[in-house]
Structure formats: structure tokens, C-alpha cells
């Protein structure tokens, strides 16, 4: 199979989530929702069951979500109440609702209150101590919580050995969207930032396994062309969603590459593995406590601005030029690092651009000049 | 040598500017009509300019179109840019020795900075229509006077009233309430210049603010908010009677670029 039309099923499956679901049903599969940010989603696959990711929608308007959510809520949070309240995810037998953020905490018992009996709700509250022992210890008995709720809903106990094997499906898929990112980078002319986009949301609608072999097809295919000669410039993208096609079309407009991102999304989502062997929950509780250099999670070291500077240094040896950071509207984690985030860039002498963004936008006259002009000047 | 005509269109938001040169140099005729993308004004300011110069298109070597709707000349234009690179450019043609530039146009407020005449970083204001001309516009509905006489208007002020810088929708009620209460109009306007430059200024330090300042589009023919602002900023800003042009001008000297490549 070609390149492109590898990359044009990607591009199918990101853009038609609900084709996957109601597929999914049609197979006899049950389906559990799971919101941002850290789920353990590796639990539900264990199950056998399916974890398709909500990250909101480029295509919804909030209406219904009104009804429970403060203006000040993401619109990521709202747009997913939304397609829970609109009949969009009816199909859903399950949903996860982490609390890492100060939105996602209150609108988990929104999302309870609004869908009802409708759908059952999994309540998972990650620690930000996450480290010491008791901090594992919290976080293993909230994941025992989660997995009981799962064996609930698919009718039967799933054992240790499922989820050592659901592990080690998770690394796979981990690994091999870490080599696309890079490969990505060296094949930039071929993949656009919107087909990039693609290939890494779908993701987040298909079982990792048969993703993982898809994925690892389409790699192997990159590895054979010869490196990009790009005559544009390059540049990381930072935030926590940038996938919407028409915004990701005015980069390539004006000729600029994703050398590699900073996205919860898309690289944040995968940069750490978990352990293969031992106590596969214990494995889980440690994945999630050697997550680095992130936005959302508490670093004890954080005066000494290290994730600023693994940001800048990502920059740097990617062979980016710039940095553009989608700075998602209401995002309290993120504006509130954006100032250290600036000053790491800044001293490393790294130009960037901060855009205004909300999944409700569809006019991005304001973006394509801001990204124009950021071309120009690199 | 043949004389090489160039021309620079910028389509803002609310008005339509041309600008053409002869040899990069010499401004040979410049339109400004009071309308901008998405209505008859980009033609209707390329026909003005044409007829000023009696020039056809054909006799224009180069035509590079900037602005909001900077896309709606394909066919038309042999070139697009983003009003940012255009404006640094203008304003170095007109002003050599800048180093910032702030640009308050209908919907945006840019602030650029400048070396040797090139563009280097810039900031532009959020999804928000505070501290731009269409606050202004709005403000100047509100109180019933001409957004032309702002100015004049506002250095009659007397005394301090503040005016939020957070929003449009509430410093459109902060005015209504204060007209309310009796205060006098022209305290009001200068509340609002004060409100407009800080929402400005604030932009402009997270570039870092260099001397020359130059001001470049419509609100810089308002001396009520270019005052408020040199006050806040605390350097001098330059304007230029072509202030309106200045993005139309940094066009037409790309256009001329080009057309030396």
C-alpha cells in the first residue's frame, strides 16, 4: 500500500470518530470514553474493551453543555459534555473522567450529574505527589478502583497477566509513534502537518494493536525515502490540542514543518512506558509518576524551570526554528506556565508565537497572520 | 531605464489602501477607500489609484496584496504578504532609524520590532477587540461623536475617568454608565485613549519597547491615544501623514523587491 493512502486511512479514522464507535458496536465491542489527561487506558484494553479518547471536537458547537459548565471551562471539557449530552457517544458503555486539572475535577461530577444512568462514569483522581510511596500506593488504589469498574462493565475480572499484556501493546504503540514523530520530521515534504495530525489522533479511535501495525507499516515505508530537502522552516508545536485541519492547512501554506511537538494530545501522551514485569498495577502507578516535563504535573524542581528548558531544547534538537504554542482558551495549567515556558525560550534565543485557540474557532483570519508573519521572521 | 511601477494593496478590516511606486522609490499616487475585506472597497481603491496614476494594470510590473483580505486578489495580485512584514517595512521607508512599531488597526493591535528595517519579533493582541480602532468605533457610537473628532475632543478633558482596558462589551457599559451619572463626554474619551494605550502598552513591553516608535495605522491620526500611549510607554512615538498607508507602502516596496529578484 502506498505512502498516502496509508496515511489517507489515518485521516479517515481521525476525522470520522463516530464511524469507529458505532463499528466497534457492530463488532460486538463494548466502548469506554476516557477524557484527558493520563488515563490508564492500557486497563481498558485489558478488559477487552476499546478506550476511544474525547478530546472535545472541531466540528460542535456548545448548546446542551451550557446547562453544567461555568463559561470558564475549556471548551475540550464542554465539547465532550456535548457530544455525552447530543447523542454523539450514546454508545459509549463507560466513560473515565481524570481529575488532573482544576476544570476536569469539577466537571467530572458534571459529566455524572448531566448523562445520569445513561452511561456509567469512572471517577479516577491521579495524586500530584506521585513519587513516595504513598503517592504510588494512591494512585495504584485509584487504578484498582478503576479496574474494578471496568470488570464491572465487561463482565468479567480481568487478570494480571491481561494487563502485563496490555503493557506491552501500550509500549509498542508508545514506540512507534515516537519513531513517527521522528520520521515525520525527516519526511516533512510528504508528511504535511495535517496528515502528522492525523496519524497520531487516530490513536486515539482505534485498538493500539491494530494501530501499533498500521503505524508500524507506514514507518517502515518512510524509512525507505530519502531524507526531505525542506526549503521551508521548521518549527515544535506546544499546547494541549492542535489538530484542527484548517489551522494546520496555514502551515502549510506558508511552507512550515512540525519538526517534533509539546502537545498533551499528541508527544506528551506518549513519551513514557510502562514496566513490562513485576505488578502490572504497580507498573501503571510508576508509569505515571515518571511522566516529566509536563504542563499538568507537579515537578518538584519546577524553580529550576527544567521543563522550559526541555521544551527549548526540543527546539533545538529537532532542528526547528521556532516554536508555536496553541494556547487553548481557559487553559489555567497552561497560561499560568506560559511565562516560564517564555523566559526558557527567550534566553535560549528561541523566537515563538503564542495563538489564542478554542475548538469552537472557525475563522483563523488572526492565526494565518500571526503564523505568516512568525514564517517571515524565521 | 524604463520606470518600474509597483503596487500595494492592503485590505484591513475596515478600509481599503493602495499605494504605488515608481522604482521603489517615488509614491506616484496612493486610494484609501473607508471600507475593507469583503466589500466593494479593495476595487474600488485599486480602481482610484489606477485612475490617479493613469496607469492600467498591465503597466504594473509587480502587485503584492497585504492585510485581512489579502487573499481575495488571487488573479489580481501577484503576491500576498501578512500586513506585519508590511507594516515593519513601511514604516522603515518612512522612519529608517525604528525599531518598534505599534500598529492599531480596525480588529488587531501589532507590535513589531525592527532591525535594519526587517521585521524580528512582533506580539499581536488576543481574540479580543479591546484596545483596537473597532473599540474606538464603538466607543464613538456610544457617545454620539464622530470617531474623527476623538482626539480634539479628548484633550478638552478636564478630569480622570477610568475606563476598563478588559473588554469592549464592558467599557461600552462602564460609558453608558458614566453618561448616565452626567460626566462629561470629554473625560470619558480621554478615559478611553488612557484605556486603549494601557491595553496597548502592556503588548508592547512583551516585545520590549526600542526607540524609534513609530504608529502606523488609522488610530494614529487620534492624538488622544498616540499621547496616552507615548505617556505610558515613556518614549516618543513618531507618526507620519501617511499613517493610513503604511502597510500599502511596505507592499509596494516588497512588490519592488520582487521584481529585482
Partial sequence: MSIELMMKQFQDIANNPNKQLADFKAAGKKVIGVLPYYAPEELVYAAGMVPMGMWGSNKKTISRAKEYCATFYCTIAQLALEMLLDGTM????????????????????????AIGDKIPTIFLAHPQNRFADWGLKFC??????????????????????????????????????????????????????????AVLKA???????????????????????????????????????????????????????????????????????AAEEGDPMLALAKQFANID?????????????????FVANLVKESGAQGLILFMQQFCDPEEMEYPYLKKALDEAGIPHIKLGVDQQMRDFGQASTAIQAFADVL | METIYTLGIDIGSTASKCVMLADGKEIVAKSLIAVGAGTSGPQRAIDAVLEAA??????????????????SLEGFADHQMSELSCH???????????????????????????????????????????????????MARVLEVDVNDLGTLGAKSTKEVAISSTCTVFAESEVISQ??????????????????????????????????????????????????????????IHTSPLTQYVGALGAALFAYKKCNK
Fill in chain 2, 88 to 138: 515593519a517595512r513601511g514604516a522603515a521607508f518612512l522612519f529608517p532609524q525604528v525599531r518598534t512599531v505599534v500598529d492599531i488597526g480596525g480588529q488587531d493591535v501589532k507590535i513589531l520590532r525592527v532591525e535594519n528595517g526587517a521585521m524580528t519579533n512582533f506580539q499581536m493582541n488576543d481574540k479580543c477587540a479591546a484596545g483596537t480602532g473597532r473599540f474606538l468605533d464603538v
Fill in chain 2, 179 to 236: 453618561l448616565a451619572q452626567g460626566t462629561d463626554k470629554c473625560d470619558i474619551i480621554n478615559g478611553i485613549h488612557k484605556s486603549v494605550a494601557g491595553r496597548v502598552a502592556g503588548l508592547a513591553h512583551r516585545v520590549g519597547v526600542q526607540d524609534d516608535v513609530v504608529m502606523t495605522g488609522g488610530v494614529a491620526q487620534n492624538s488622544g491615544v498616540v499621547n496616552a500611549l507615548q505617556e505610558q510607554l515613556g518614549h516618543t
Fill in chain 1, 90 to 113: 450514546d454508545q459509549l458503555d463507560g466513560l473515565i473522567t481524570p481529575t488532573i486539572c482544576d476544570t476536569l475535577r469539577p466537571m467530572s461530577q458534571n459529566f455524572r450529574v
Fill in chain 1, 293 to 309: 516535563y509536563d504542563v499538568l504535573l507537579y515537578d518538584p524542581a519546577s524553580s529550576s524551570n527544567r521543563r522550559g528548558e
Fill in chain 1, 203 to 273: 490513536s486515539w479511535f482505534m485498538l493500539k494493536d491494530e494501530y501499533t501495525e498500521k503505524l508500524t507499516e507506514l514507518n517502515e515505508e518512510l524509512k525507505k525515502l530519502p531524507a526531505a530537502n525542506w526549503k521551508g522552516v521548521k518549527v515544535v508545536t506546544s499546547g494541549i490540542v492542535c489538530d484542527n485541519p484548517k489551522l494546520l492547512a496555514i502551515f502549510e501554506e506558508n511552507h512550515i514543518a512540525i519538526a517534533a511537538d509539546d502537545v498533551a494530545h499528541e508527544s506528551r501522551a506518549f513519551r513514557t512506558d
Fill in chain 1, 140 to 197: 495504584m488504589d485509584q487504578y484498582n478502583d478503576v479496574r474494578k469498574m471496568l470488570d464491572k462493565i465487561s463482565g468479567h475480572e480481568m487478570t494480571d497477566e491481561d494487563i502485563r499484556k496490555a503493557i506491552k501493546v501500550y509500549n509498542a504503540s508508545r514506540a512507534a509513534r515516537r519513531e513517527f514523530v521522528k520520521l515525520a520530521n525527516e519526511h516533512c515534504d510528504v508528511v504535511t502537518p495535517t496528515l502528522r495530525s
Fill in chain 2, 54 to 71: 493613469g496607469k492600467t494594470r498591465e503597466q504594473i510590473a509587480f502587485v503584492l496584496a497585504t492585510g485581512y483580505g489579502r487573499n
